[in-house]
């Protein structure tokens, strides 16, 4: 954080945005629309990832497609890639205003194509394209944030943000289950679409007022970085061969893993910060923090309610249900990194929170042992979903301390690659191991047991808990000496 001093007048587009009271908050009469807007954009995406996280062993049993289940959370982050760097270049040569309505657009567009599939692969399709959408609109909300807010109330609209996942964790995993087991898995995902413009004509105005348009004058309308958008296609079709590698498990997919790599790492070191492959400190480390934490918990999170459905015998409904507390304590963990006092503190909050998430993610496969109650998977998600929120939304509040108003949109871009990529890697090893050791096996209906082998849920579990310890280590390594 000693890179910058905080530059609060410089955040906003000063020629739009009028004069703010020190007293103000996000709440306030002068943003009180723009904070409920997004803050409803975030809700939606929220409903969507608990909901469809529910439904998705379901999905992928009806669909024949459970070897591939991985596939179906890799496949949106590996788009997701490409169109964050998208997003960093539209926003800051044009504003975000574009970026945000065509990733909405996407989005909805996405959960149409995958509620509609007949098969696996047409749904993985829309998860992709699902992907492409929500990439462009994370990376366009940060650069409103930046734009938008001053620094003192960045923390608190980061909470929100987390504050706005507490409802549909709780509400999004009963409704995704009583829908699938009464109506069908495929309407949760065409049921979510029609709710988006409500925030969408709420929000617009607002962004089209504080936060349009290039920072810096000479740059409106500016040509996108050809080479920048090459690494982008670099970086997702990398991700993506060698996410389809990592899944067949024959000898000929050495071929696509090979040339996956090729691609991959030039593009990751020509978009990543300067020295974030070895935690260089400062910047860099904050953006590997984002992809250590991101990816180890959400590549053990992905396989939570699978094992729940196929070895505990759990529905649908009670699977989902089971990580609903973490919602609420990721918002509580949130809320805790905003507390002005707790500032001088940040580092520690967020070293804290990395041991909180290793430790959950190595307590979850406990309950592979009948002799364990299942109700643990529940208290340990909630205290790993608690260390989350300390360490993912001061993740993000550090990077916007760290950067410039003109490479805003550029450096959360990276901070999104970093946090999408390690899902794609992470998932993709997870997946592998999965499959190796007859994860892929289960032809049986949700209720009933499973022929997989309860190795192959530990050897998903295990080696994230020690990627987890890996950034505690990382939380060291975050402030310039």
């Known amino acids: 954080m000693a890179a910058l001093e905080p530059r609060d007048t410089d955040v906003a587009d000063t020629r739009t945005v009028?004069?703010?009271?020190?007293?103000?908050?996000?709440?306030?009469?002068?943003?009180?629309?723009?904070?409920?807007?997004?803050?409803?954009?975030?809700?939606?995406?929220?409903?969507?990832?608990?909901?469809?996280?529910?439904?998705?062993?379901?999905?992928?049993?009806?669909?024949?497609?459970?070897?591939?289940?991985?596939?179906?959370?890799?496949?949106?982050?590996?788009?997701?890639?490409?169109?964050?760097?998208?997003?960093?270049?539209?926003?800051?040569?044009?504003?975000?205003?574009?970026?945000?309505?065509?990733?909405?657009?996407?989005?909805?567009?996405?959960?149409?194509?995958?509620?509609?599939a007949a098969a696996m692969w047409p749904f993985i399709l829309g998860r992709a394209v699902q992907g492409l959408g929500g990439g462009l609109v994370i990376v366009a909300l940060y650069v409103v944030v930046?734009?938008?807010?001053?620094?003192?109330?960045?923390?608190?609209?980061?909470?929100?943000?987390?504050?706005?996942?507490?409802?549909?964790?709780?509400?999004?995993?009963?409704?995704?289950?009583?829908?699938?087991?009464?109506?069908?898995?495929?309407?949760?995902?065409?049921?979510?679409?029609?709710?988006?413009?409500?925030?969408?004509?709420?929000?617009?105005?607002?962004?089209?007022?504080?936060?349009?348009?290039?920072?810096?004058?000479?740059?409106?309308?500016?040509?996108?970085?050809?080479?920048?958008?090459?690494?982008?296609?670099?970086?997702?079709?990398?991700?993506?061969?060698?996410?389809?590698?990592?899944?067949?498990?024959?000898?000929?997919?050495?071929?696509?893993?090979?040339?996956?790599?090729?691609?991959?790492?030039?593009?990751?070191?020509?978009?990543?910060?300067?020295?974030?492959?070895?935690?260089?400190?400062?910047?860099?480390?904050?953006?590997?923090l984002r992809g250590v934490a991101a990816g180890s918990f959400i590549a053990a999170e992905s396989f939570v309610p699978l094992m729940l459905v196929t070895q505990r015998g759990l529905s649908p409904t009670l699977a989902g249900f089971s990580l609903a507390a973490g919602g609420a304590t990721w918002a509580l963990g949130s809320w805790v990194q905003s507390r002005p006092r707790l500032e001088r503190y940040r580092e520690r909050l967020m070293t804290l929170g990395m041991l909180l998430v290793a430790v959950a993610i190595a307590t979850a496969p406990s309950v592979l042992l009948d002799s364990v109650p299942v109700w643990i998977v529940a208290v340990a998600w909630g205290f790993g979903c608690f260390g989350m929120g300390l360490v993912i939304s001061s993740t993000s509040v550090l990077l916007l301390h760290l950067s410039a108003p003109e490479e805003a949109g550029t450096n959360s871009a990276a901070l999104q690659i970093s946090d999408g990529l390690s899902n794609v890697v992470l998932l993709s090893a997870g997946g592998a191991a999965f499959a190796a050791l007859g994860g892929g096996t289960v032809t049986h209906a949700a209720t009933e047991a499973t022929g997989s082998h309860p190795a192959a849920f530990a050897a998903v579990f295990l080696p994230m808990a020690g990627v987890a310890l890996v950034g505690a280590w990382v939380t060291t390594r975050l402030r310039e000496r």
């Not at 939606?44 to 179906?72: K, N, Q």
């Not at 539209?90 to 996407?106: E, H, K, V």
């Open 146 to 288: 930046s734009r938008a807010y001053p620094e003192r109330l960045r923390p608190a609209i980061m909470a929100a943000f987390a504050a706005a996942w507490v409802v549909p964790s709780i509400v999004g995993p009963l409704a995704s289950g009583t829908v699938t087991e009464h109506l069908g898995w495929r309407w949760v995902f065409v049921g979510i679409p029609v709710l988006v413009v409500l925030p969408l004509a709420l929000a617009l105005p607002q962004i089209r007022r504080r936060a349009s348009g290039a920072v810096d004058d000479s740059a409106d309308g500016a040509s996108f970085d050809h080479r920048r958008i090459r690494l982008a296609l670099g970086i997702s079709l990398g991700a993506g061969l060698l996410q389809y590698a990592a899944q067949d498990l024959r000898w000929p997919s050495l071929i696509p893993g090979i040339v996956g790599a090729a691609l991959l790492v030039p593009a990751v070191l020509g978009l990543l910060p300067r020295g974030t492959y070895r935690a260089a400190r400062g910047l860099p480390s904050v953006v590997l």
């Open 18 to 116: 009028p004069s703010e009271s020190d007293s103000e908050g996000v709440l306030s009469r002068s943003y009180r629309a723009l904070s409920v807007g997004i803050v409803s954009v975030v809700l939606l995406i929220a409903f969507e990832a608990t909901a469809v996280g529910t439904a998705m062993p379901v999905a992928a049993r009806e669909l024949d497609g459970v070897s591939l289940y991985a596939f179906a959370f890799s496949g949106y982050f590996t788009t997701s890639l490409f169109g964050m760097v998208l997003a960093g270049q539209w926003s800051d040569r044009r504003g975000p205003l574009g970026a945000l309505t065509t990733g909405i657009a996407a989005f909805a567009a996405g959960l149409l194509l995958s509620g509609t």
